[in-house]
């Protein structure tokens, strides 16, 4: 038993040590490695991909469509910010707002696909098919502001199409 006792106050020792000297031992410990672990997964990964509320991944989509062909025009501005306000019944502000998220969310041009058809998949599930429609329908007339759309924007469309043309209906208003 001395013996047990003499090695655990060794260790215990050493522990200190290695501490006071400035060397950290925490990735020994498997809950704090894990809580780490979490938190690095939740709050270092794309914050797009954290959003659930069925209004802001409209907006993400209906901006989205817009900016594959490129930056954003003030006509399309326009017409978006027309859409969530008639679409979405918000005042001019809260659609200003709305569409200034989206577009800040979506400020990579290289990822935007990739993203776009991430979102898509992974979110298909939260619309009713009202909704879905809706929404497509908003990122066609965002589309068409700036003439016919592009083969970019005619597939993410046509994408968006399929994918939630699949889905089972579920209840739901925008409201």
């Not at 497509?136 to 993410?156: E, H, L, T, Y």
């Amino acid at each position: 038993m001395h013996i047990a006792l003499g090695v655990l106050t060794s260790i215990i020792t050493v522990l200190y040590l290695l501490d006071r000297l400035g060397i950290d031992i925490g990735w020994w410990n498997p809950f704090y490695w894990r809580r780490r672990r979490a938190f690095a997964k939740r709050f270092g990964a794309d914050p797009i991909y954290s959003i659930e509320d069925p209004l802001h991944l409209a907006s993400l989509f209906v901006i989205g469509t817009a900016k594959l062909d490129g930056e954003l025009t003030a006509e399309s501005k326009r017409a978006a910010q027309e859409q969530f306000e008639t679409s979405f019944s918000m005042s001019s502000k809260e659609a200003s707002e709305l569409f200034g998220s989206a577009a800040h969310l979506l400020a990579g041009p290289q990822l935007l696909d990739n993203q776009l058809n991430n979102l898509v998949e992974k979110n298909h599930n939260s619309f009713s098919p009202e909704q879905a429609e809706s929404m497509i329908d908003m990122a066609v007339a965002v589309a068409r502001v700036d003439g016919d759309p592009s083969a970019a924007q005619c597939a993410f469309i046509d994408k968006m199409r399929s994918t939630f043309a699949a889905q089972r209906p579920q209840e739901g208003t925008w409201q």
